[in-house]
Each structure stands twice: as C-alpha cells, then as structure tokens.
C-alpha cells in the first residue's frame, strides 16, 4: 500500500519543541519533493516548508523560518520537521505531501505544487 504516514504531534507548551516525522511506505521518498502543510481551526490550509528531490535543497515559510527546519533522511525513507520555539499560533494539524520529481510537481519556494500522495494529518498544540 502506497501512503504517507506522520506521527510526532502532542500537546506542548509554548517555547517547547516537537520533530514531526514523515514516513513513506510502498515507495522511496528520495525521489519525491516534499512538503509540510498545516491547517489551523477556522484557517485555511498553509505550506510550511518543502525540501527538493533534485538537490535537497530547503525552502520555509515566513511564519516559521528560524524555528523550524525540514530534513529528510533517506536511508529510513522519512522526512521529518523539526520545530523549535512553539507558539500558539502554531497550533494546527499538520499534513505531509509528496510529489514526484517531474514537470509540474517541486517545490515553488515553501509551497510544494502537484501532490501525489498525502498523510493523514497528525495534530500539534501549542498550550500552556
């Protein structure tokens, strides 16, 4: 079965870090693009940061840029967001996308364009 699971969420108080973690099954992440997006109550879904097939190379949001950090590990076919520095205003569900590298699908800055597979969500809060 081809999917996208994440896991790493939870409650945190702000100032407090989480690692976000995003695994492939039935297919090999190194080939794909990237990215995380999340979706606060109320708000529409927003990228968060996307990583690249071709080279690896990082792009963040404005919101997050300093405190959060994508990363991909290839030989455990995993992608991961590291998030420092947690505010309230991080409180959202948390979705990883995949796209394989080919026209139409990469990273256009933080925004990863053309999905071809998405994970079920994990839930991070920010809450003292």
């Known amino acids: 079965q081809l999917q996208l699971v994440e896991s790493g969420g939870g409650l945190v108080q702000p100032g407090g870090s989480l690692r976000l973690s995003c695994a492939a099954s039935g297919f090999t992440l190194g080939s794909y693009a990237i990215g995380w997006f999340r979706q606060a109550p109320g708000k529409d879904i927003e990228g968060v940061a996307c990583?690249?097939?071709?080279?690896?190379?990082?792009y963040d949001a404005d919101s997050v840029k300093g405190r959060f950090t994508i990363s991909r590990d290839n030989a455990k076919n995993t992608v991961y967001l590291q998030m420092n520095s947690l505010t309230p205003e991080d409180t959202a569900s948390y979705y990883c996308a995949a796209a394989f590298g080919r026209l139409g699908h990469y990273c256009s800055g933080y925004v990863l364009v053309g999905h071809d597979y998405w994970g079920q969500g994990t839930q991070v809060t920010v809450s003292s």
């Open positions: 990583i690249s097939s071709s080279d690896g190379s990082t």
